[in-house]
């Protein structure tokens, strides 16, 4: 019982340590873009490869579910539209980058761990939880929402190559479909759920780095638990956030 | 100088250092010598902060480093440098930017003036050429040696060592030996260096702390130890089948 909340509280302090102000401007901003690039840039091929899929599942299931003539076929690409840009590309592509981008961050910043270099980091007097966590929780949080809104064109997009290729639904109607009673808060509702989930995903996995101790073995071990345990909250907080923006 | 006054540490009920006194001189390389487990390297990482001390105090220079707080301990954090047993270098970094990583954090020289101090530091530790290589590129005793240098661009005051020649073989340790020696008669610094090999011990030992169950049992110099009547440090020194030849 004790457990969860010490953890908790580790997890407040080390927090503490990670949002100071960085001790060298310059050193921040390179490692900011290094981060941008490691854990954004580098996750476009697979945001983009399963986007494109995701959207062209949703659009053919919808299809094929579509009976009743009194549904129109425009219902289709209003479907993907709602499923992809509400649900599947904040949430499922946050999961995603949870086992991608968390489990890289758990592993180095863990091996960095057991291999010392975080105490040379302390005994040269660098703040290393804010050196090596702050980066990338910014860059999280600013690359993540870049990620998601290519996500939904490319999960939109998906749909309608699949429409095509099907011939199930005509260009006109789920063009039309897409267009239909279109909101622009959903779109603020998946960044802001793209952001919470960023934050969670960069500062879980940055505290299971660093508190491994150990080995190899431990460094494994972390790298899941952060997964693991970013993915847990993801869930939760989708529920919590899904209530308190469209509830 | 560095002191530890009546300093102990706990991990839950194991009580690993008990009631450690000893003092550290600089232009000297002090030893810290033990078996495995004896507690050496908590001593050190207590020394150097990175471990909190239950009670006693650490003085560098006579100023409380063990009161201090994390702030206050940053500025005698960038007097002293250290070298790690596996080197820690950087994985992301090559040689250069790792020895420039200090000079990078906590000066405000152009990249010329540190380029210029980088290349003078390989070059004291018999390094030159090697700027663009990374960590995975280099040899055992070539990492300790890139890790000499980035703890002494600093111009340290203290230098901590622990652990300088595991995993070398026996020339490569000697010669990490001789250069931590010159090191520290050339800069003064307060050098401490965490071994339990016996070759160090002889060759470099001006100062001795022999540490034994958490104890400091025996304190001396290379010259006296090989005469010493201590049953524990006499089982600690001549523990080699070598080293019980040479003593018949």
């Known amino acids: 019982m004790l457990r969860p909340i010490s953890t908790l509280g580790s997890y407040v302090l080390l927090m503490r340590r990670v949002f100071t102000r960085p001790q060298k401007g310059r050193l921040f901003w390179q490692q900011l873009f290094f981060e941008i690039d490691q854990l954004g840039l580098d996750s476009i091929g697979i945001v983009a490869f399963i986007s494109m899929f995701m959207g062209a599942v949703v659009a053919i299931q919808t299809a094929y579910n579509i009976d009743s003539p009194l549904i129109p076929m425009s219902m289709v690409g209003f479907t993907t539209r709602q499923s992809v840009i509400l649900e599947f590309s904040p949430t499922v592509i946050s999961l995603i980058l949870a086992g991608k981008v968390g489990s890289r961050i758990a592993s180095q910043i863990g091996t960095m761990r057991v291999t010392e270099q975080i105490d040379a980091l302390e005994i040269m007097g660098v703040n290393s939880a804010n050196y090596l966590i702050f980066p990338k929780v910014v860059a999280s949080v600013l690359i993540n929402p870049v990620l998601i809104v290519l996500s939904m064109w490319l999960g939109i997009i998906g749909g309608w190559a699949a429409m095509i290729f099907s011939k199930l639904v005509s260009m006109h109607d789920y063009i039309q479909g897409i267009r239909l009673d279109f909101e622009a808060y959903t779109i603020f509702y998946a960044l802001t759920k793209t952001i919470c989930f960023a934050f969670i995903i960069a500062t879980v996995s940055g505290f299971f780095g660093y508190r491994t101790q150990g080995g190899a073995l431990e460094v494994g071990q972390a790298s899941t638990k952060a997964v693991v345990i970013s993915s847990i909250f993801i869930i939760l907080f989708n529920l919590v956030l899904t209530q308190l923006l469209l509830g | 100088m560095i002191e530890a006054r009546n300093i102990n540490k706990y991990f839950g009920e194991?009580?690993?250092?008990?009631?450690?006194?000893?003092?550290?001189?600089?232009?000297?390389?002090?030893?810290?010598?033990?078996?495995?487990?004896?507690?050496?390297?908590?001593?050190?990482?207590?020394?150097?902060?990175?471990?909190?001390?239950?009670?006693?105090?650490?003085?560098?220079?006579?100023?409380?480093?063990?009161?201090?707080?994390?702030?206050?301990?940053?500025?005698?954090?960038?007097?002293?440098?250290?070298?790690?047993?596996?080197?820690?270098?950087?994985?992301?970094?090559?040689?250069?930017?790792?020895?420039?990583?200090?000079?990078?954090?906590?000066?405000?020289?152009?990249?010329?003036?540190?380029?210029?101090?980088?290349?003078?530091?390989?070059?004291?530790?018999?390094?030159?050429?090697?700027?663009?290589?990374?960590?995975?590129?280099?040899?055992?005793?070539?990492?300790?040696?890139?890790?000499?240098?980035?703890?002494?661009?600093?111009?340290?005051?203290?230098?901590?060592?622990?652990?300088?020649?595991?995993?070398?073989?026996?020339?490569?340790?000697?010669?990490?030996?001789?250069?931590?020696?010159?090191?520290?008669?050339?800069?003064?610094?307060?050098?401490?260096?965490?071994?339990?090999?016996?070759?160090?011990?002889?060759?470099?030992?001006?100062?001795?702390?022999?540490?034994?169950?958490?104890?400091?049992?025996?304190?001396?110099?290379?010259?006296?130890?090989?005469?010493?009547?201590?049953?524990?440090?006499?089982?600690?020194?001549?523990?080699?089948?070598?080293?019980?030849?040479?003593?018949?």
């Open chain 2, 14 to 248: 194991n009580h690993v250092l008990r009631d450690v006194s000893c003092k550290f001189h600089p232009g000297k390389t002090n030893l810290i010598i033990g078996q495995s487990g004896s507690g050496k390297t908590v001593l050190m990482k207590c020394l150097v902060g990175l471990f909190e001390v239950d009670n006693g105090q650490i003085l560098y220079d006579e100023r409380n480093f063990s009161a201090m707080s994390i702030d206050q301990r940053k500025e005698i954090r960038q007097e002293l440098g250290m070298l790690f047993q596996g080197a820690a270098l950087f994985d992301s970094m090559n040689v250069q930017e790792n020895v420039m990583f200090p000079l990078n954090m906590f000066t405000r020289e152009t990249m010329e003036e540190k380029l210029d101090r980088v290349n003078f530091v390989l070059k004291r530790v018999n390094l030159e050429n090697i700027n663009k290589l990374m960590p995975s590129e280099l040899s055992g005793g070539m990492k300790k040696r890139v890790a000499i240098a980035r703890a002494i661009v600093m111009n340290p005051k203290y230098l901590f060592c622990d652990e300088p020649n595991s995993g070398l073989d026996p020339q490569t340790s000697n010669v990490i030996d001789l250069l931590i020696q010159e090191l520290t008669y050339e800069y003064g610094i307060t050098t401490i260096v965490n071994t339990h090999d016996m070759n160090s011990v002889l060759s470099i030992g001006d100062s001795i702390e022999f540490i034994y169950q958490g104890q400091i049992w025996w304190s001396g110099n290379k010259k006296d130890i090989l005469h010493m009547g201590n049953k524990e440090l006499n089982d600690f020194v001549f523990g080699t089948e070598l080293t019980k030849r040479l003593r018949k």
